[in-house]
């Protein structure tokens, strides 16, 4: 399953940092206040296979235990990578996921290119027996900046009733182990649904005795095997977005959402932003902006993000299955920037409905996977929100 990973958080003021944990920390090195999204993406996510040992029921790729015999192969992947390099300063961070990327062959090789063009790279591997002290060892050897890792229940019964394969629970808690023992920042990736919203407290539990850089809360989209599962009410969504606020403040490792840009209408009505919600006094509003865009804010499907598939079509986001080319016959940054869906993802101002017209548009935006997968229309109203 794809998951949006990124390692250590980059330092902001007080506020931005506890409380609006930064999807833009995993390119600190060169994204900033001043990056434009609409041309340069931050992170760009490649499904290197769709072989995967497990059969998770939220899985997005709805992996096989084979590669795809259409996949991308050595030389069109390396072809790839140079694609990415064109987008020129600032450079995307890439995301090696599936599947599970362990399952290419060629996988050291492609990591080993990818670092040689300056590319900063992660991966999301899957909890199989793949996935060994040695695999983790030869990962940060080859230039491996940070693992994302995928924790769904505080027990083996929990997690493994989302994730379909006996024992993965305990593999999942030893590789977060072997990889703190290795020095590597880890994100911890759950599912937030019927099945398992309220086991969060219990995960939150687990988490704050591991050694962990950031917990990322996924908020269900229906799309692949993922339509098997039940989504959250947005009431109770709401509710679940204070919580994470509050807890934010004081655990020991950030926090973010992901497909859940409506948390950024919450944290700044609580953090009193003036010209928001409650409003507040008029110091920091404007080093408040900044932070903000260094923060993440206003990124979100297709505008930020890329995914590009095993076979090389390119897509929003790996949950906004809108494909708007591919690599074998285009180049990345001219359909990230000018095809005519992507332009589109990238103005605000011409979604509809309710987010077309609220106050957060710029900032938030909504989901654009949530909205196509309810109304088949990606600049739709993300139905996830409350907010009139």
């Known amino acids: 399953m794809l998951e949006q990973i990124a390692p250590a958080p980059q330092t902001y003021p007080a506020a931005?940092?506890?409380?609006?944990?930064?999807?833009?920390?995993?390119?600190?090195?060169?994204?900033?206040?001043?990056?434009?999204?609409?041309?340069?993406?931050?992170?760009?996510?490649?499904?290197?296979?769709?072989?995967c040992g497990?059969?998770?029921?939220?899985?997005?790729?709805?992996?096989?235990?084979?590669?795809?015999?259409q996949q991308l192969t050595t030389e069109e992947s390396k072809s790839f990578l140079r694609q990415i390099v064109a987008f020129g300063d600032p450079l995307p961070h890439l995301i090696l996921t599936g599947g599970d990327p362990l399952r290419r062959p060629d996988l050291y090789e492609?990591?080993?290119?990818?670092?040689?063009?300056?590319?900063?790279?992660?991966?999301?591997?899957?909890?199989?027996?793949?996935?060994?002290?040695?695999?983790l060892t030869h990962l940060r050897e080859h230039g491996i900046e940070s693992f994302g890792i995928s924790l769904d229940g505080s027990n083996a019964e929990r997690h493994e009733a989302v994730r379909g394969v006996a024992g993965c629970f305990d593999r999942t808690i030893w590789a977060i182990e072997a990889a703190a023992a290795l020095g590597m920042p880890i994100q911890i990736n759950t599912l937030v649904s019927q099945e398992t919203v309220d086991d969060l407290p219990a995960i939150y539990q687990l988490l704050s005795t591991k050694q962990i850089s950031r917990w990322s809360l996924f908020f269900l989209i229906a799309t692949g095997r993922g339509k098997t599962l039940q989504p959250i009410t947005p009431e109770a969504g709401e509710k679940l977005m204070e919580w994470i606020f509050d807890l934010a403040a004081d655990a020991p490792f950030a926090i973010k959402t992901t497909e859940a840009p409506s948390y950024r209408r919450i944290a700044m009505n609580r953090m009193h932003v003036p010209g928001h919600g409650k409003g507040g006094p008029a110091n920091g509003a404007e080093e408040f902006r900044r932070n903000s865009i260094r923060a993440g804010f206003g990124i979100r499907d297709g505008h930020g993000i890329v995914f590009v598939s095993q076979k090389g079509d390119i897509y929003p986001s790996g949950f906004l299955p809108v494909c708007c080319g591919n690599v074998r016959q285009a180049q990345l940054p001219h359909v990230y920037r000018d095809s005519p869906i992507f332009q589109r993802l990238h103005n605000p101002d011409l979604f509809h409905g309710r987010c077309g017209t609220c106050d957060f548009r710029k900032i938030c935006g909504g989901s654009r996977a949530r909205a196509f997968a309810h109304t088949g229309d990606p600049l739709g109203s993300d139905p996830f929100c409350t907010y009139q």
């Open 16 to 51: 931005a940092s506890r409380l609006i944990t930064p999807i833009a920390g995993a390119v600190r090195h060169h994204h900033g206040a001043g990056t434009d999204y609409s041309r340069n993406p931050l992170i760009v996510y490649w499904e290197m296979t769709q072989a």
């Open 54 to 69: 497990l059969a998770c029921k939220h899985c997005r790729a709805e992996a096989m235990p084979s590669a795809h015999p």
């Open 110 to 135: 492609l990591i080993d290119d990818a670092r040689g063009l300056g590319l900063h790279v992660s991966i999301t591997p899957s909890m199989t027996p793949d996935l060994t002290e040695t695999a």
